[in-house]
C-alpha cells in the first residue's frame, strides 16, 4: 500500500531563517506531487505541483521554492522566512490518472 | 476563475441526526469533485470522489450528490456520531489539470 510521510511535524523558525520541509511517497512509482498551505481561516491552497523529477510548476507568487530530486522526494524551501509563511503545510499526491489526491500528516509551521 | 462555498461554516449537532453538508462551486466545468475530512492538526482523508458524469457516490453511512449544471454538491451523513466530529471540505478539479480548489470547510462537532 501507499504511504506519504512528512516531516518534521512542526516547527518554529525565527523570522530570516531559511526552510526545509521533505514529503516522500512510498508504495508507488511516477506519482503527481503536490504542496498546499492551509492558513489560520482559510482554505488549503496550491503553491506547487510536480509531474516528474525536476518538473515543477508554481501557482501563486512568493519566496518559497520546491524541488524534486527523485521520483518519490518533494522538498518545499525558503532562503528567508518571512511571518506570513506560518501556516500548516500539506503534501499530497496523486496517481498519473489525475484520481483521488492522498494527503502526508502535514507540517506545522511557526515563523516569529 | 473557479470559485468553490461552502455552507455552514460550522454545525452542531446532536448524535444521532441526519446532517447535509453543501458545497457549491461557480464553473460548471469541472472534470470531479471530492470530499475530505480533516481531524485537527492532521493532514485530509479522502471520503468520496464524484466523477462529472456521475450523480452521487455512497461510502457507508455518507453519500455525496453531485449537480454539475446548478453547481453544487451535498455530502449526507446518516446517524452521526461523535467520531464524525472533524472539518470537511470539498474540492473540484477543473478538465486538463491536476489541480483541486478547495472550499474553506464546515466544521462539525457531533455531542453525545
Known amino acids: 500500500s501507499q504511504t506519504i510521510h512528512q516531516w518534521p511535524a512542526t516547527l518554529v523558525q525565527p523570522v530570516g531563517s531559511p526552510l526545509s520541509l521533505e514529503c516522500t511517497v512510498e508504495g508507488t512509482s511516477n506519482p503527481n506531487l503536490y504542496w498546499y498551505r492551509q492558513a489560520a481561516g482559510r482554505g488549503l491552497q496550491l503553491l506547487f505541483y510536480s509531474v516528474g523529477i525536476g518538473q515543477i510548476s508554481s501557482e501563486v507568487p512568493q519566496n518559497l521554492s520546491a524541488s524534486r530530486p527523485q521520483d518519490r522526494q518533494f522538498i518545499l524551501s525558503s532562503k528567508k522566512l518571512l511571518l506570513s509563511d506560518s501556516g500548516f503545510y500539506l503534501c499530497?499526491?496523486?496517481?498519473?490518472?489525475?484520481?483521488?489526491?492522498?494527503f502526508g500528516p502535514g507540517t506545522r509551521l511557526l515563523v516569529l | 476563475k473557479q470559485e468553490v462555498t461552502q455552507i455552514p461554516a460550522a454545525l452542531s449537532v446532536p448524535e444521532g441526526e441526519n446532517l447535509v453538508l453543501n458545497c457549491s462551486f461557480t464553473d460548471s466545468a469541472i472534470y470531479n469533485l471530492q470530499w475530505f475530512r480533516q481531524d485537527p492538526g492532521k493532514g485530509l482523508t479522502s471520503l468520496l470522489l464524484i466523477q462529472s458524469s456521475q450523480r452521487e457516490q455512497t461510502s457507508g453511512r455518507l453519500n455525496a450528490s453531485l449537480d454539475k449544471s446548478s453547481g453544487r454538491s451535498t455530502l449526507y451523513i446518516a446517524a452521526s456520531q461523535p467520531g464524525d466530529s472533524a472539518t470537511y471540505l470539498c474540492a473540484v478539479r477543473r478538465y486538463n489539470t491536476d489541480k483541486l480548489i478547495f472550499g474553506t470547510g464546515t466544521r462539525l462537532q457531533v455531542f453525545p
Open positions: 499530497a499526491w496523486s496517481g498519473r490518472v489525475r484520481e483521488t489526491q492522498y
